[in-house]
């Protein structure tokens, strides 16, 4: 069984970065899609980013791209998702994702092709 382990959420002040890292055990990293999704208070999950399995390829929300940035290492079995300019909207809980057999892109926009999720790790941005 998989199991991905969520760290680096905290509180920060708008305009701050945070870098997220999930760690993966039990199952080969290197073979997984792998992803960020995100819930606020209120609302539906939704996408944040994905990688493929090189890195090759990664998608991103339209509401992040240009300042969050998502990147693996297969080495260390952990994928990162660096967050600047951070802003009230982006506070919520941060899920780590992993896919056996979809591809990034389709972890993209189809939440069921993901096999595994984390507990999360809670983001806080003040305005």
């Known amino acids: 069984q998989v199991q991905l382990v969520e760290s680096g959420g905290g509180l920060v002040q708008a305009g701050g970065s945070l870098r997220l890292s999930c760690a993966a055990s039990?199952?080969?990293?290197?073979?997984?899609?792998m992803g960020w999704f995100r819930q606020a208070p209120g609302k539906e999950r939704e996408f944040v980013g994905t990688?493929?399995?090189?890195?090759?390829?990664?998608y991103y929300a339209d509401s992040v791209k240009g300042r969050f940035t998502i990147s693996r290492d297969n080495a260390k079995n952990t994928v990162y998702l660096q967050m600047n300019s951070l802003k009230s909207e982006d506070t919520a809980a941060y899920y780590c994702?992993?896919?056996?057999?979809?591809?990034?892109?389709?972890?993209?926009?189809?939440?069921?092709?993901?096999?595994?999720w984390g507990k999360g790790t809670l983001v806080t941005v003040s305005s």
């Open positions: 994702a992993a896919a056996v057999s979809a591809t990034a892109q389709r972890m993209s926009g189809d939440q069921s092709s993901v096999s595994y």
């Open positions: 039990g199952g080969t990293f290197s073979s997984y899609a």
């Open positions: 990688i493929s399995r090189s890195s090759i390829m990664r």
